[in-house]
């Protein structure tokens, strides 16, 4: 048995994680990778795929392919085994069995296949001792750490003594030219002006030639000045009493970032934070346990009326605070869509959730990982495609006419009795424009990106009370295919699937911990093409 590479990918042969156990150029790695989908028949069974060089052992799970790379004259069913080994440790380093989640545990995933396989053959090993190997402290890590830190503690320290000396050595310059004094005679102006080598300047109305002299650098000596570069230029009169020292941007700066304001630029003040200021921390859920709820849609509508395609994508999500509270199962309830595909995770009972809707471990006495903030554990997934556009939760129709030197737009928003929709934002892209659009009248908001050439409409709250509404434009003449496509952004909280958790059941006995439940319904690329 000889096992050239074991590799996660795509459906469409994007490679995620690759390990090669032989010398093997990218290229050649690449190119083994990105041919597979094309070998792969639709509605085949085999486990397995020739060509005449190698041998693929692949095995799919969910949308991706766990995938062998074998020589011709290796044990098939040697690197079964291994492949089905390896379809165990997956999931247990990965929670998430897609291209994210895959990417963000793609260290430990390669230091499970290297315990696995060595030098191309399998060793002898159950899943339980490769996570055991994986988790073993190493102390050549722990040195090789401990003797990082202590150069990066001598580095600071040397810093800090070389800023020390820089600092003393300016103070001593600064202090040596307080006391030097030069008198200089301008040429062809037939008066003396004299001056300090500081920055303070003196004025006098006396002791100078000529009404208004006085000590202070003219501008035809400067080339002669024995200031040091750098240092900034005396001003040539004093500044009034009574006004002390001002700190801020010039006259310039301001103008500068006035007008970029005016083209509708963003501008964020430098603000540099004190001590104990810090950035707000993430939202961490308060309730013991925390079940999210959420549905992606990829929705393109066609312009001339129709749909063409239709995706849902949703994820049930579990975050626990504790590990006191990792031993429950979930019991949900759905809405009966009978266009929507479940699919549990690859550790979870598949029995148990298709006869009585709970969501449970295999392993009873395992408990559900704590999560970080921001995290979940995705228990289920759901997936919904149709061609009925009845379902759609907004329709956009757009009605553009050409009049003389003219552009007259017209759009209308109709939105499903199912859902309310909040932060409503439809994107329409204009040409580039001299001057905004002037929209003659509108339900709602309306705002002019003249950097990106973008009109946004936006609607706070789309309920009851208007389930359609319209906006009228005029912009100068342009060819209507330039007003495509639009873009839609929205949330609910009604869901496609309605499901809901009805109850927590601790395994251990006892009363069930609190839980909260959360429920967001989001459009990721919604568009009218």
Not at 122 to 142: D, I
Not at 393 to 410: A, D, H, K, Q, R
Request: hydrophobic letters at 35%; proline letters at 5%.
């Amino acid at each position: 048995m000889v096992v050239l590479a074991a590799s996660i990918i795509s459906k469409s042969g994007k490679a995620l994680v690759s390990r090669q156990f032989v010398d093997m150029s990218r290229i050649r790695i690449e190119g083994y990778l990105a041919a597979f989908p094309k070998l792969v028949g639709i509605g085949k069974q085999h486990t397995y795929v020739e060509t005449e060089n190698v041998r693929y052992v692949y095995q799919p799970i969910e949308t991706l392919y766990l995938l062998l790379i074998t020589t011709k004259q290796s044990n098939i069913l040697e690197d079964l085994e291994t492949l089905r080994l390896l379809s165990k440790l997956v999931p247990e380093y990965s929670y998430s069995l897609d291209e994210e989640g895959i990417g963000r545990m793609a260290f430990e995933i390669l230091f499970a296949f290297d315990e696995v396989i060595s030098l191309g053959q399998k060793e002898n090993l159950t899943v339980a001792q490769v996570k055991q190997y994986c988790e073993m402290e190493s102390h050549e890590e722990r040195l090789h750490k401990l003797v990082l830190q202590s150069k990066i503690n001598e580095t600071k320290d040397v810093m800090k003594r070389k800023a020390n000396e820089i600092d003393k050595s300016r103070i001593e310059k600064n202090r040596g030219e307080k006391g030097g004094f030069m008198s200089l005679q301008s040429m062809g102006s037939g008066r003396i002006d004299t001056g300090f080598g500081s920055d303070s300047s003196i004025s006098s109305n006396t002791g100078g030639f000529g009404s208004g002299t006085g000590f202070g650098l003219n501008t035809e000596a400067d080339s002669f000045s024995t200031k040091p570069k750098g240092r900034p230029q005396a001003s040539a009169s004093a500044p009034p009493k009574g006004l002390g020292m001002q700190l801020g941007k010039n006259q310039k700066t301001n103008q500068f970032l006035e007008s970029l304001k005016a083209e509708g630029e963003v501008i964020v003040e430098d603000v540099r934070p004190s001590v104990g200021q810090s950035k707000p921390a993430a939202a961490i859920p308060s309730d013991p346990v925390t079940l999210t709820v959420e549905e992606k849609l990829n929705i393109t509508l066609k312009q001339d009326g129709g749909i063409g395609n239709f995706d849902l994508q949703g994820t049930l999500a579990l975050h626990i605070l504790s590990h006191s509270d990792g031993l429950i199962q979930v019991q949900i309830e759905t809405g009966g869509n009978p266009g929507i595909q479940y699919r549990t995770h690859p550790n979870m009972n598949k029995e148990l959730f298709s006869g009585e809707n709970i969501l449970g471990l295999k392993d009873p006495n395992r408990p559900f990982p704590i999560g970080a903030a921001g995290d979940g554990v995705s228990l289920l997934k759901w997936r919904m495609q149709s061609a009925d556009e009845s379902l759609v939760p907004l329709s956009i129709n757009c009605w553009p006419s050409v009049s003389g030197n003219e552009t007259y737009v017209n759009m209308e928003y109709e939105s499903s009795p199912m859902f309310d929709l909040q932060n409503v934002v439809i994107s329409i892209p204009l040409p580039a424009l001299r001057e905004a659009p002037k929209v003659q009248q509108i339900d709602g908001d309306w705002k002019y990106d003249p950097r990106k050439s973008v009109l946004e409409w936006s609607i706070v709250l789309i309920d009851n009370s208007n389930r359609s509404g319209s906006m009228e434009f005029v912009i100068p003449a342009v060819d209507t295919s330039d007003l495509f496509p639009i873009s839609v952004r929205f949330t609910s909280t009604s869901t496609f699937s309605d499901l809901k958790v009805v109850h927590i059941l601790p395994l251990k006995g006892g009363n069930p911990p609190k839980y909260a439940q959360r429920t967001l319904l989001s459009a990721e690329n919604y568009q009218v093409v």
